[in-house]
């Protein structure tokens, strides 16, 4: 299975500000950070603001936050949110479809990754906050 960019950018925004948790970050901070397109960020930023998982602070001192804390914030249910599908193989167009074990395989298998997702809390990601922050410092000079 492969995650859209668009949740791999999710994530790396809650990590960023997970990491970051005593201050406001601006988009543009996060971007240059990782090296990634601040217009496309904006978006995802925005998406994650209206779900609850983040705050936004408008103004000249403004910027983003987590919404809540870290512990309450599960991995798998950010992925069920920011991925459009899961449509593995595209099996409801396939003429063998109600007879083919390979449709009900692949269900199990997004189950069980799910499950393994939904075990993980972003607090659980940040267990090297320290290290994190460190290499985000390093990035910036």
């Known amino acids: 299975m ?4 668009y949740t791999d950018y999710a994530m790396r925004v809650l990590l960023y500000l997970g ?6 970050c601006s988009i543009a ?19 994650l603001v209206n779900a609850g998982y983040l705050d936004s602070v408008r103004g000249r001192f403004g910027g983003v936050r987590l919404a809540r ?24 167009s396939c003429i063998i479809a109600p007879a083919c074990g390979l449709t009900g395989a692949l269900h ?3 189950a069980a990754f799910m499950k393994v997702l939904d075990g993980y809390t972003l607090e659980g990601l940040l267990s090297r906050r ?12």
């Open 29 to 47: 901070e996060i971007a240059q950070a990782y090296g990634i397109s601040q217009n496309h960020l904006m978006k995802v930023v925005s998406d």
């Open 108 to 110: 199990q298998a997004l």
């Open 69 to 92: 804390p870290p512990d309450q914030i599960n991995v798998g249910a950010v992925v069920r949110h920011t991925e459009d599908g899961f449509d593995l193989v595209d099996c409801g």
């Open 2 to 5: 492969r995650l859209t960019r």
């Open 19 to 24: 990491a970051r948790q005593d201050r406001l």
């Open 130 to 141: 320290v290290d994190m922050a460190g290499l985000f410092e390093r990035a910036e000079t």
